[in-house]
């Protein structure tokens, strides 16, 4: 299965690895929005789009990389890493899903977990969640890349 990860980690690098966990269990190739190849793309059957949560959205990269994509069918996921989780009436990750779904993607999860966030008045306090993504949040992106390898919608 050929597997292809868009990744912007801009800040300390957390979302790359957490692409990077994905990737080891699927055999993926990791590219950035910029290095991105809308024909590799959409001759991939599956495709992750993540990045790190800046003020409650994805990365603008990330976001503009999709919008630009031409219209077609395929399997993809999307994945985040953040310092405050979703919120429950504004989650981070349904513009993109959304924008994705309207692309023709059959999006078959989502994954999010917690990660160093140094932004804002969090600076203040030299960050939050100074040792995330952990062994654990690495190992559940892990998990949750097995499941999209079989072929089994995901949700994490």
Request: with cysteine; aromatic share 6%.
């Amino acid at each position: 299965m050929k597997t292809v990860i868009v990744c912007a980690s801009v800040s300390h690098g957390n979302t790359r690895r957490v692409a990077d966990s994905m990737a080891r269990t699927l055999g993926a190739k990791v590219v950035s929005p910029e290095q991105a190849d809308p024909a590799e793309l959409a001759g991939a059957d599956l495709v992750g789009f993540g990045s790190g949560v800046f003020y409650q959205r994805l990365h603008p990269s990330l976001v503009d990389l999709v919008k630009a994509l031409p219209a077609g069918r395929g399997r993809a996921f999307v994945f985040a890493t953040s310092g405050l989780p979703e919120l429950p009436l504004a989650p981070f990750s349904r513009p993109l899903v959304k924008l994705l779904e309207a692309k023709g993607f059959a999006v078959d999860g989502i994954f999010s977990c917690r990660a160093l966030d140094t932004m804002g008045p969090f600076r203040l306090v030299g960050g939050i969640r100074k040792q995330r993504p952990n062994d654990g949040d690495l190992a559940a992106a892990r998990a949750f890349a097995a499941r999209l390898r079989g072929g089994r919608g995901a949700v994490s």
